[in-house]
């Protein structure tokens, strides 16, 4: 006879959906599934969630407290979701360690430890189950992995040390992560140290700052001999520390300090386009976006109102574009995808994807430096299938390579980790202002994608060269660059990111 849910002992009432023990069959194991630890514990393998049956009094204390009183009668049942299982340890007296992060608001998890005395220690099943459990809680995510963590002290309100030493740390630490801790001392500090970085000692650079850290990590990784191996190798993470933390929103879905701590611990290896711009003579790598025109003045010419927070961008946008701000300049586009209705297929064709659960890329040779440039550089002449077409009144040209470039601008909603495109959106400056306004709104309610004056196309490559302005703002990554021509092609999967599907933005799609 079926049990009601009331009587079901591995129904948690505080975790909606199912937590039913899949079956041996289901999970594909031949373990089992229910480990009975004494008389009134046991430990059952769930579809997502490790479900604790304790009877003891006082069992789950911690889950029903709150300032130290004790509300309501407690469910023997609780559920962990495996997301949050951050290890476990059997010792040879039989002592089973589960350490996991638990929930304490919506936005913070700590790590906590459960123990429990097995009744029958050394046994061949409880380490079998052990097992299972810890493969169930990383899936095809690697275990103890060694990161580099790289700390920028002065990121964001320069408060990065405190919430890495709080929030971060224990949870990494307890899921056993092998840490070599750095802070960065000055400009360019990281670049050196990717630079010198041992590859073959960690799996993971991981920056406790801002946007900033990351591009100079991709940047050192780019100027090695190696530099193809280092780059897939090392998978580069953001744990949000600094003002922009765009890279957090898109891997690790979001950017409390101690989530993406976890989303770090179970992030799946995945590969990440990068882009490559030429300058004068100066090549770099970019991973965020390049941009000209309102977005670049706006972020960038705003420092004098930092004081406004995150307000300080859209202020520094109205004011642009209630004036009607024009950046002429001339434009070449290698475009790959043209139409929105063909980029939204090819979206969509990857979203049904599983999870990628392994990085199957070859491992590129020891000498393997950065791909040639297929379009040569901004020094070269224009590729003979390119055309140069004047942008007399262009208001913003925007290229993307995330989805979220901060937390209420989604902005390049079809950009996909490794499709080897570029998002490229370029939008009039003359455009009338209720218009622009909408636009404005629509990136925060995921409505700009389908306007009809926004240009979106998926891109390999592109120039541009900006005209009839003495000087101006071109941004790159969220960094100043010189306000002069520059051109920018993309590298399919040449970086590494830890991410949370392995082959998806944690952004809304198209
Ligand atoms: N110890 C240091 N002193 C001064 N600058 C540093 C130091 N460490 C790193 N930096 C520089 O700080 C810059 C910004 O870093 P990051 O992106 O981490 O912070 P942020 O708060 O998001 O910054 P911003 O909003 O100014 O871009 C980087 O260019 C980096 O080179």
Known sequence: MALTVAENPFRDPSVAGSVAPASAEQSGSAVMETLSVTRDVSLTLGTDSLVVLDERPHAHEEDKSFCGLRF?????????????????????????FIQYARPISKQVVRPTIIGYKLDKPGSAEAKAWKEEL???????????????????????????????????????????????VEQTTHNGHAVEIAEKLDIEKYDVVACVSGDGIPHEVWNGLANRPDAARALEKIAVAQLPGGSGNAMSLNFNGTVSP??????????????????????GDRRILSFLSQSVGIVAETDLATEHLR??????????????????????ADIAVKVEYATKDAIRKVYRAEASKPPRNHDDRPLPAADAGLPTLQYGTINDPLPEDWALVPHDHL???????????????????????????????????????????????????NTFFDLPDVDYQKVLAYRIIPKNQKDGYISIDG??????????????????????????YEAVGV
């Not at 002065?154 to 040390?161: D, E, L």
């Not at 660059?481 to 998806?504: C, D, I, M, W, Y």
Request: some cysteine; proline content about 6%.
């Open 258 to 279: 101690s989530l993406a701590a976890l989303a770090v611990v179970k992030g799946l290896r995945t590969p990440q386009d990068l882009v490559s711009v030429t300058q």
């Open 307 to 328: 004081w406004m927070g995150s307000a300080r961008f859209t202020y520094g946008f109205l004011v642009r574009l209630l004036k009607k701000t024009v950046y002429p």
């Open 134 to 180: 810890v493969k169930r809680a990383y899936g095809g995510s690697q275990l103890r992995k060694r990161i580099k963590v790289l700390i920028n002290p002065f990121g964001g309100q320069g408060t990065a040390v405190n919430i890495y030493n709080k929030h971060m740390e224990p949870i990494l630490r307890a899921a056993q992560c092998e840490l070599d």
């Open 395 to 445: 208001g913003n040209f925007y290229a993307g390579k995330l989805a979220w470039m901060s937390p209420d601008a989604n902005f390049f909603p079809a950009a996909l980790p490794s499709d080897g495109c570029m998002d490229l959106v370029r939008i009039r400056g003359d455009i009338p202002r209720r218009k622009a306004l909408g636009g404005l709104l629509a990136v925060s309610n």
């Open 479 to 504: 960094e100043r660059v010189p306000f002069e021509p520059f051109q920018a092609e993309v590298h399919r999967g040449l970086g590494t990111v830890l991410s949370k599907s392995g082959h998806l």
């Open 72 to 96: 309501g009668k407690q469910s023997p049942t609780r559920s962990i979701r495996y997301h949050n299982i951050l290890w476990a340890e059997l010792l040879d007296d039989g002592e089973l």
